[in-house]
């Protein structure tokens, strides 16, 4: 039998070039596209590659029936908080507008499943924690509301259309491939861990640490971080579930355990038995004070294990992929 095809978008990005390795390494057919080039080491891993918006119905759709594609990871899009709130204009027309177009293409050409990127920001300021799946969604941030709204369309969409889906919504994706070929590296970073690691090794200016009077145990930001490794492992088991007959659904994926920017920072100094170079700043727009995963629904109905999202091993990983380039 041949191996399954799955499409990748966004394959070019932190996320989608762990999926693109993860996934070929499972023995998978991996079709990427981005509308950024695709780096070299994902280029090894790929089957072929579009290189185009996701807008690009005729392209997309060009591709998917010359590989047979009937599976989807969508991951493209832009993922800032901070700059969802100065330009929301842009998140609405890339995150919803751009994935709506891009399924509707899809779903044309013999769509089986598609399996979204969507995020923790959906919830907005928890009500409870840690949150559940059923937590109220009331998102604090254009990101968060674009993802949400994208949500309502794919499940929609697959009522009508009759397409197995999956929602998963991550957490703080944070760390870097073991084998070290691949990381995060975004110009300009906005993100803790690698600001962080940056920060310490020179290679970034002084951490900013945004708000130090929250509601959490030191003041400041609480969040939930998940090796994106780990995150793969998760999208491969829904896959396959899938493949099994199961229709799909939405499911948190993090770690479980929350830890605040703070102690972040501790770990990042106690690895490097140096000091990270920090000053304390006002709150960054669109923050929650704590978001913190229940991730018992994708380990129960998926198996889903986590291998490498304990904060030292996703610190460690950080670092080696900061030294390496
Ligand atoms: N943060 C910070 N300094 C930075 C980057 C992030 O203090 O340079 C804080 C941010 O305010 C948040 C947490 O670290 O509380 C995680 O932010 P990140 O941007 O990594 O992910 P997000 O939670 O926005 O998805």
């Given at each position: 039998m041949e191996a399954t095809s799955v499409f990748i978008s966004g394959s070019s990005g932190y996320i989608g070039s762990h999926f693109t390795k993860f996934f070929a390494k499972k023995g998978l057919r991996v079709f990427g596209l981005d509308r950024?080039?695709?780096?070299p080491a994902v280029q090894?891993?790929?089957?072929?590659?579009?290189?185009?918006?996701?807008?690009?119905?005729?392209?997309?759709?060009?591709?998917?029936?010359?590989h047979g594609i009937h599976h989807v990871i969508h991951c493209a899009?832009?993922?800032?908080?901070g700059e969802s709130v100065e330009k929301p204009d842009l998140y609405e027309e890339n995150n919803v507008k751009s994935s709506d177009i891009f399924l509707r293409a899809l779903l044309s050409c013999g769509l089986q499943s598609f399996i979204f990127s969507s995020t923790a920001a959906t919830y907005g300021e928890p009500k409870f924690s840690p949150i559940t799946e059923d937590h109220p969604q009331n998102p604090i941030n254009p990101y968060g509301q674009t993802k949400l709204d994208f949500e309502k369309i794919l499940i929609q969409s697959s009522q009508e259309n009759g397409f197995s889906w999956g929602i998963m919504r991550y957490f703080n994706a944070a760390g870097a491939d073991p084998e070290g070929e691949l990381g995060e590296n975004h110009d300009p970073e906005t993100h803790l861990i690698p600001n962080a690691c940056k920060a310490v090794l020179e290679m970034g200016p002084t951490l900013k640490i945004f708000g130090n009077?929250?509601?959490?145990?030191?003041?400041?930001?609480?969040?939930?971080?998940?090796?994106?490794?780990?995150?793969?492992?998760?999208?491969?088991?829904?896959?396959?579930?899938?493949?099994?007959?199961?229709?799909g659904g939405a499911y948190n994926l993090g770690?479980?355990?929350?830890?605040?920017?703070?102690?972040?920072?501790?770990?990042?100094?106690?690895?490097t038995d140096?000091?990270?170079?920090?000053?304390?700043?006002d709150r960054r727009p669109g923050d929650p004070s704590k978001l913190v995963a229940s991730n018992a629904k994708a380990k129960?109905?998926?198996?889903?294990?986590?291998?490498?999202?304990?904060?030292?091993?996703?610190?460690?990983?950080?670092?080696?992929?900061f030294k390496f380039i």
């Open positions: 950024v080039a695709s780096p090894s891993y790929l089957q072929d590659f579009l290189h185009t918006d996701l807008k690009n119905e005729t392209l997309v759709k060009t591709f998917v029936k010359k899009a832009l993922c800032l908080v009077d929250y509601q959490t145990r030191d003041g400041t930001c609480e969040r939930d971080y998940i090796h994106v490794m780990d995150l793969a492992d998760a999208h491969y088991r829904l896959l396959t579930s899938i493949q099994k007959g199961k229709q770690l479980g355990v929350g830890y605040t920017v703070n102690e972040v920072v501790q770990e990042i100094e106690r690895q140096k000091v990270v170079p920090k000053v304390y700043a129960n109905e998926l198996g889903w294990t986590l291998n490498y999202s304990d904060l030292p091993t996703l610190v460690k990983t950080t670092l080696s992929w």
